[in-house]
């Protein structure tokens, strides 16, 4: 699933070429991809037609047009990429993709943007926008590290009173948005950080240090235009990105730790997989079993 660096590079790619433009027209095929507007496909395109695109807009792995009404109101369009969703920009006489699933046409006559997704868990979905311009329907989310909201010396005290595993807080939404499997593990990596630990075991300062190489990480993949392990991920001019080549922890099972050398393990965790170096990421001691006295 696409993460907070992929989500970005589409966002930026959307920004340039359809920020501004008024939608003369949007189709949808099947109810799949209009499953979360409840009153069907037909509607949220009548809804849409007309609307001017006034800024597209992320927060960790979600991403919304900010949409203008003829009537002078506002609202979001939300985009789920799901496993394998694609926000293409197109030539109007394209052909269509095999797994197209919706298409926008814009008054200016210029490049549509189609919304492709062979796995079909993506979709699109009208919501209500806060003060903020957040859909009220994820405003749940946390800031990610890339927003001026982001608060890093709250999610380090907040994480500090967690009893839980700090791979798992890294994936909590709630928390601290954008960040998934992929960069949890190259943070952990960085910081020499089994994700196991529990973060109530873990010093502030190095809780931040996680926090500080997940921001850089992610960063150093949006410079790449994202991880792509198959054909799935692309941007909207349909590239592939290549951070995959420079990770140091996922996806590295058995080849040699580009630290010391230990050759890297692969671990179950959260019915994923987690990478990590055995001599530089020491799983934590099991803790002793408290025994109930009658």
């Not at 190095?206 to 990480?217: G, I």
């Not at 010391?260 to 001691?285: D, I, L, W």
Request: charged content about 25%; glycine content about 10%; hydrophobic content about 40%.
């Amino acid at each position: 699933m696409p993460e907070l660096p992929e989500v970005e590079v589409v966002r930026r790619g959307l920004a340039d070429h359809v920020a501004g433009r008024t939608i003369e027209r949007a189709t949808f095929r099947g109810t799949r991809v209009a499953r979360r507007h409840l009153a069907g496909p037909e509607d949220l395109g009548a809804r849409l037609a007309g609307n001017r695109v006034e800024r597209v807009c992320r927060r960790g792995k979600y991403l919304w047009l900010v949409l203008s009404e003829p009537g002078g109101g506002r609202q979001g369009l939300i985009a789920h990429l799901g496993m394998s969703g694609q926000l293409l920009v197109e030539a109007a006489d394209a052909p269509d993709e095999k797994h197209l699933h919706a298409r926008f046409v814009f008054a200016d006559g210029g490049p549509e943007l189609r919304f492709v997704d062979q796995r079909t868990f993506g979709g699109m979905a009208l919501a209500e926008l806060t003060s903020d311009d957040v859909p009220e329907t994820i405003a749940h989310i946390a800031p990610d590290p890339f927003e001026a909201s982001f608060d890093q010396a709250a999610v380090v005290k907040r994480m500090k009173g967690k009893d839980v595993a700090v791979k798992r807080a890294l994936l909590d939404q709630t928390l601290v948005a954008g960040i998934g499997n992929i960069y949890a593990d190259e943070a952990l990596w960085r910081a020499q950080v089994h994700g196991e630990r529990l973060c109530s075991s873990i010093t502030k300062p190095t809780l931040s240090r996680v926090l500080d190489h997940a921001r850089e990480v992610m960063a150093a993949a949006l410079v790449a235009g994202g991880t792509s392990f198959d054909s799935l991920y692309v941007n909207v001019n349909g590239a592939s990105g290549y951070f995959d080549r420079s990770l140091h922890a996922y996806g590295r099972e058995g080849e040699p730790c580009d630290r010391c050398g230990t050759p890297m393990r692969r671990e179950a965790f959260m019915n994923r997989s987690s990478f990590s170096c055995p001599r530089c990421q020491p799983r934590p001691r099991p803790r002793p079993r408290r025994i109930q006295t009658p």
